[in-house]
């Protein structure tokens, strides 16, 4: 399918020629908006006029006439001190959008013109712990970011990069090959609770012991040391509890619909077999010194608060390996080996100090430079309605799986409010809930942008009306609603028809779904494709109170035209929202 051009593109390009048709030395950018006084407003002269030191509104009257009012261009002037503002012929919107809606799979949305690899590093939970709200974050977020770069065409290697290996380990190993029967199972099928709850009841005697029996302690030490030397036993118990613990986050992550591939886990113990030969890069390089028999890498900008360098601890003096040596080694996999350009983080705000350390020791060691990036997508905090990180009344951090049940228990309720009018059955009412719930949670997470803290407010997330995802839900569903009431019309691209100011505003928004997915995918920011959608879905309803699709009055082809309208945008909600993780469901 050959790319579409947009209506602002063709714009840009045809005042372009006439800005070097009327100064041919000059290249300037017409900076085109979208404007309340007209379709575009272009700024560009007034800057180009500055550099000419010509009078602007001049300059702007001579590139007006060089302006060729055509199949796309209806009427171009100057307004302000030398603003251009164009309008868009009928014709052109409706023949743009045709272009649009018959490209089914990508609505006009081109592919990336240079893709490459990106490696994202999200939902990364840690193994026998319960996951949380800042895990949350990171799923799903991480999520849309992949599936927006994925569809414009970037091979993406997805990595959880779950904490799976440490000292804690030792403990928990040591507790289960005295007690050897803690995790074993009654039935073959174990849910993804029943294992947590396994895991948890563990931890807390494991951790009893450990805190009133020296001796114990004494054992669990041993075991860190056993585990670190690739003991087979010791290995073999620690793969149970990787194995139940994994039970655990694929439940969470089906409630969370998101998909998770087993192949993708890659925890921190995957890169144990790289950690010395990191060390050793380092230190040959000299990127890394020994002090105080630890292995350390300094900064000039980074000292605390006695006025010290910080350094980052690669290597402890006891030999040890941290959570430092483990990123970079996964490093060095994730650009030699797997061949990235990009790499992503998607990590909580409060670790961006420790990756600015790793990026920068990396950049020394030559393993990430001007053509193979990294970044930290850092988010902020979920606060609870009272502006303090949430947490539940008790003071304990709250239960992700907790909080996404009650997320569908709200919205549960509020399908069933209007299940009767629109002919749900039970169960379309609980799959509903399900898509309702869990969409107003990704949403409110994805609504802002990322590094803001935000509050975790349910009643506020499945609140029909605002920028929330059951609005643009809903949005979606009247729309399917219209199209299965409109018999034998269907959604036709009349070109000939003269466009309402409604159908026009939504038209022309419509338009810059391709522009704004490039947009999102270059910078990752899905929040402004959260933007784009509640956009799209406020300019829907101003469009239905000002045109009516199914109505006796309309001409056949009027009422075939919006159809076409509203199918299009119908199909650009469910892109929107899929690339965002988000259902639309088909009656609500
Ligand atoms: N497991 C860590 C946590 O729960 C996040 C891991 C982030 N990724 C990384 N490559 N360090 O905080």
Known sequence: MAPVTSLSDSVNQQLSSAISATLPEASADPLLRRSDRADFQANGILALAKKAKANPRELATQVVAKVESGDVIKDIEVSGPGFLNVTITDRAITETLAARYADTARLGVPQAERPGTTVIDYAQPNVAKEMHVGHLRSAVIGDAVVQILEFTGESVVRRHHIGDWGTQFGMLIQYLDEHPHELDHKDTQVSGEEAMSNLDRLYKTARKLFDSDEEFKTRARRRVVDLQAGDPKTLAIWQKFVDESKIYF????????????????????????????????????????????????????????????????????????????????????????????????????RQS????????????????????????????????????????????????????????????????????????????????????????????????????????????????????????????????????????????????????????????????????????????????????????????????????????????????????????????????????????????
């Open 250 to 349: 694929f439940s969470v992550f089906e409630k969370l619909d998101m998909e998770i591939r087993d192949p993708d886990i890659v925890g921190e113990s995957g890169y144990n077999d790289m950690l010395a030969e990191t060390c050793r890069l380092l230190e040959e390089s000299g990127v890394a010194v020994r002090s105080e028999g630890a292995l350390c890498v300094f900064f000039d900008d980074i000292k605390g608060p006695d006025g010290n360098k910080v350094p980052l601890i690669v290597q402890k003096s006891d030999g040890g390996y941290g959570y430092a040596a483990t990123d970079l080694s996964a490093i060095r996999d994730r650009v030699f080996n797997l061949k990235a350009n990009t790499l992503l983080y998607v990590v909580d705000a």
């Open 353 to 588: 100090l420790h990756f600015k350390m790793v990026f920068e020791t990396a950049r020394r060691a030559g393993w990430l430079n001007d053509d193979v990036k990294a970044i930290q997508l850092a988010f902020g905090t979920v606060l609870g309605k009272d502006g303090k990180p949430f947490k539940t009344r008790e003071g304990e951090t709250v239960k992700l799986v907790d909080l996404l049940d009650e997320a569908v228990d709200r919205a549960t309720t509020v399908v069933r409010e209007k299940a009767e009018k629109v002919g749900l059955t039970e169960a379309e009412i609980v799959e509903n809930g399900q898509y309702v719930g869990v969409g107003a949670v990704k949403y409110a997470d994805l609504s802002t942008s990322a590094v803001r803290d935000y509050k975790f407010d349910l009643d506020q997330m499945v609140s029909l009306n605002g920028d929330t995802s059951v609005y643009l839900q809903y949005a979606y569903a009247r729309i399917q609603s219209i199209l299965r009431k409109a018999g034998d019309a269907r959604p036709t691209a009349h070109p000939d028809l003269a466009l309402a100011p409604a159908e026009r505003a939504l038209g022309l928004h419509l338009d810059q779904f391709a522009a704004t997915v490039q947009e999102v995918a270059e910078a990752y920011e899905p929040h402004k494709l959260a933007a784009y959608l509640y956009q799209l879905a406020s300019h829907l309803t101003t469009f239905y109170d000002q045109c009516q699709v199914l109505s006796a009055d309309n001409s056949r082809e009027l009422t075939e035209n919006r159809l076409f309208l509203v199918d299009l945008t119908a199909r650009t909600l469910h892109k929107g929202m899929g690339l965002l993780g988000i259902r639309t469901p088909e009656k609500l």
